[in-house]
């Protein structure tokens, strides 16, 4: 069964003109032999340090905001890993890497399976048009990009986003999963479904 490993990055994340000092979530699930990066934020040493000598078989991106995509092609020169992007957010994309294009397509209830536990790609718009969560059931946790924080709802106040998109999107999707899932963010703590059910239950 495979392993969640963290760290955190730091850089900034620009759109709508305007840029923000942020800090990211760097997830890494595999085992002693392989894994997936999830996404690929501000620095690619900052993930091959969480790499290690493992093989990487994928760089899962849950949306393509630039301080979630800004290293993935530089991540993918040094690893040969594709990259992976629902194509709902290729204007996202465009805006950071005009110049080249990820290689998987994701689509809502992909799996992709590393060290033995499956991800299912869960398509959660909201936040961004194409964002995605991965559900990992059999180590009980759920990577929800910016999609869902401790404390509610990714933002929604730029372009390409919608509050009552992202709302339903939680509400339909990732609060029917069980509620001790260990909810793994884009920035900042975990929580889990069950606390942010009871936090969103107006």
Not at 54 to 64: E, G, L, M, N, P
Not at 125 to 144: N, Q, R, S
């Amino acid at each position: 069964m495979a392993r969640v490993d963290h760290a955190v990055s730091s850089g900034t994340f620009s759109l709508d003109g305007e840029t923000f000092e942020v800090d990211n979530n760097i997830w890494v699930v595999g085992d002693d032999r392989e894994c997936v990066v999830i996404d690929a934020p501000h620095s690619v040493e900052d993930i091959l340090a969480v790499v290690g000598d493992r093989t990487v078989t994928a760089i899962v991106c849950t949306h393509a905001h630039d301080d979630h995509v800004r290293v993935a092609p530089a991540l993918r020169e040094r690893v040969g890993a594709p990259i992976m992007l629902h194509p709902a957010d290729r204007p996202l994309w465009e805006l950071t890497h005009p110049d080249t294009t990820w290689d998987v397509d994701l689509a809502d209830g992909d799996t992709i399976t590393v060290g033995g536990t499956e991800l299912r790609v869960l398509h959660t718009p909201g936040h961004a048009p194409g964002a995605v969560c991965l559900y990992a059931e059999d180590i009980g946790c759920v990577f929800t990009g910016d999609t869902l924080f401790q404390g509610g709802p990714g933002a929604t106040g730029r372009s390409y986003s919608d509050a009552d998109v992202i709302r339903e999107s939680i509400r339909s999707t990732l609060f029917t999963l069980p509620e001790d899932t260990v909810v793994h963010t884009g920035h900042g703590d975990d929580t889990t479904i069950a606390a942010e059910k009871a936090g969103m239950s107006d």
